[in-house]
Nanobody
Framework: QVQLVESGGGLVQAGDSLRLSCAAS????????MGWFRQAPGKEREFVAA???????YYADSVKGRFTISRDNAKNTVYLQMNSLKPEDTAVYYC???????????????????WGQGTQVTVSS
């Protein structure tokens, strides 16, 4: 069991940067594959980025080259550095963890066993 708490969201202007953090409880954070998803009003939750326990990374095409996912296992934290933000990045951003025996497909919502409560990111034009 792991609990996830996101932070770092806010209101910024287009072109600005933000860094989201997701702090995980528990002592076995290093064995979890971690992901970030987002959900805009009226839209389905979509994959943003993932980092595996082996530090392999995956990105949605829409954020590739602008966002960077990283993890600090000593701090039980995963980060999402977001640069060159656009109004279409506006959404609630969710952190997720995969730590079960189910098949892990980084881009798939259903692969993740645990979710945070989300943090709002709003980008004005």
């Amino acid at each position: 069991q792991v609990q996830l708490v996101e932070s770092g969201g806010g209101l910024v202007q287009a072109g600005d940067s933000l860094r989201l953090s997701c702090a995980a409880s528990g002592r076995t954070f290093s064995v979890y594959d971690m992901g970030w998803f987002r959900q805009a009003p009226g839209k389905e939750r979509e994959f943003v980025a993932a980092i595996t326990r082996n530090r392999n990374t995956y990105y949605a095409d829409s954020v590739k080259g602008r966002f960077t996912i990283s993890r600090d296992n000593a701090k039980n934290t995963v980060y999402l550095q977001m640069n060159s933000l656009k109004p279409e990045d506006t959404a609630v951003y969710y952190c997720a963890a995969h730590g079960g025996s189910n098949l892990y497909i980084p881009r798939h919502f259903s692969s993740y066993n645990y979710w945070g409560q989300g943090t709002q990111v709003t980008v004005s034009s």
